[in-house]
């Protein structure tokens, strides 16, 4: 770190979910490993979904410098509207009498996403030729996430551009290009799924297995679900590996250390 924060507190502001406890995880998880380092004085989580909420957390640190960092994929509506609104936050950084509160960029516009997709990757699918394999990288969709994906869309391009993958695709939950189509927009025999989500929420272990035709219905939470641990899934005349979204890698600690550094009035 550049900066001396051991007088400075950190947030991690998450969505999470009233139910699914494995959507707060990673945001919990990464939390205690930078508070296992010992750079902050102190370093709090809030959620949208669930306790403590946006609107507490401000109150749960003392130290009057607070670095808050959005855990969340893209910019979009709740990075740019929600949590300033609900820690009411003026701007870049919000003076509160002897209290500066900086709001740092969401973590997945951090470069290093590029980096740890390919890692999802290559560890879901061990031994397997990416000159044989087709990589989708996963968004949500929809008028109501255009910023997922767009950024869906520019990991694509930058993954394409190390020609390391036969070729690399983004496909949607609802919208075109549809990943339930995954077998009509491949053309290799080996195909790998990277959900491009924070959590493995209702999305990467239920709805997304769902389309892609590994599991028929809807099945336990992530930390009960068979669905990441079952690969490699033959079908549709391929060999599918399926990986846990992005979010859950421990590397995502590091990216909110980044973004807090490169913070700058």
Request: charged share 20%; hydrophobic share 40%; glycine share 8%.
């Amino acid at each position: 770190m550049k900066k001396n924060l051991s007088q400075s507190a950190l947030i991690i502001v998450g969505h999470g979910s009233t139910t699914n406890p494995d959507s707060s995880a990673p945001s919990l998880v990464h939390a205690r490993s930078i508070r296992e380092r010992g750079i902050f004085a102190e370093v709090a989580v809030c959620f949208w979904k669930e306790e403590p909420t946006f609107r507490e957390v401000l109150r749960t640190v003392d130290s009057d410098e607070v670095y808050v960092v959005p855990n969340f994929i893209s910019e979009g509506y709740f990075t740019q509207t929600v949590i300033p609104r609900e820690l009411e936050l003026a701007g870049k950084t919000t003076r509160i009498g002897n209290r500066a509160i900086h709001y740092c960029e969401p973590a997945g516009n951090h470069e290093a996403m590029t980096g740890l997709l390919m890692k999802q990757a290559r560890m879901v699918a061990p031994g397997v030729s990416p000159k044989e394999t087709s990589l989708f990288i996963v968004g949500h969709g929809t008028g109501l996430n255009e910023n997922s994906a767009v950024a869906a869309k520019l990991q694509v391009k930058k993954i394409s551009g190390t020609s390391e993958y036969a070729e690399v695709l983004s496909a949607y939950m609802e919208e075109a290009p549809l990943i339930s189509e995954w077998d009509k927009l491949a053309s290799q025999p080996n195909v790998i799924v990277v959900p491009f989500f924070i959590s493995d929420g209702l999305h990467s272990y239920q709805d997304i297995p769902v389309l892609l035709g590994i599991a028929e219905d809807i099945g336990p939470a992530a930390s009960q679900s068979q669905v990441f641990r079952n690969n490699p899934y033959h079908l549709r005349g391929r060999q599918l590996f399926y990986s846990g979204a992005i979010g859950t890698d421990p590397g995502f600690a590091d990216v909110i250390l980044d973004q807090v550094d490169a913070f700058s009035e």
